[in-house]
C-alpha cells in the first residue's frame, strides 16, 4: 500500500519562502506522475503543480513564477519550493500520485482520482 507523508509547513509573513516535502513509500515512485494540491478552509481544493514520470512540469497560474516542483527519484521525495508566498498561498498542502500520465496528472483538475494523498501540512501565511 502506498504512503505519502508530507513536511515543511509552518508560517511565514508575506513574502517569505517555504520548502515542502513528501516522502512516499510502498509503490513505484519513479513510474507516477506527482502533484501537489491544496485546499483552504470552506473552499474547493485545487491543484497547484505536478510533474511526470518524464519531468514535464505544470502550474496552477495562480503560483507561475513563485513556486518550483521538484523531485529526488533516488530519495523518492517530492519538494515544493515556494517563494514570494502571499496571505491567499494560506492552506493546507497535499501531495498526491497518479498512476495515469499525461493531461490525467497534469490538468491539476481534483475531478481525476489519484492514487494516493498524503495528510497535508500547514501552510500560513502573514500579511
Known amino acids: 500500500q502506498g504512503q505519502l507523508a508530507e513536511s515543511g509547513g509552518g508560517s511565514v509573513q508575506s513574502g517569505g519562502s517555504l520548502r515542502l516535502s513528501c516522502a512516499a513509500s510502498g509503490f513505484p515512485y519513479n513510474t507516477y506522475c506527482m502533484a501537489w494540491f491544496r485546499q483552504a478552509p470552506g473552499k474547493e481544493r485545487e491543484g497547484v503543480a505536478a510533474?511526470?514520470?518524464?519531468?514535464?512540469?505544470r502550474y496552477a497560474e495562480s503560483v507561475k513564477g513563485r513556486f518550483t516542483i521538484s523531485q529526488d527519484n533516488a530519495k523518492t521525495t517530492l519538494y515544493l519550493q515556494m517563494n514570494s508566498l502571499k496571505p491567499e498561498d494560506t492552506s493546507k498542502y497535499y501531495c498526491?500520485?497518479?498512476?495515469?500520465?499525461?493531461?490525467?496528472?497534469?490538468?491539476?483538475?481534483?475531478?481525476?482520482?489519484?492514487?494516493?494523498w498524503g495528510q497535508g501540512t500547514q501552510v500560513t501565511v502573514s500579511s
Open positions: 510533474i511526470d514520470s518524464d519531468g514535464t512540469t
Open positions: 498526491a500520485a497518479a498512476y495515469y500520465h499525461g493531461e490525467y496528472c497534469l490538468s491539476l483538475d481534483p475531478v481525476y482520482e489519484f492514487n494516493y
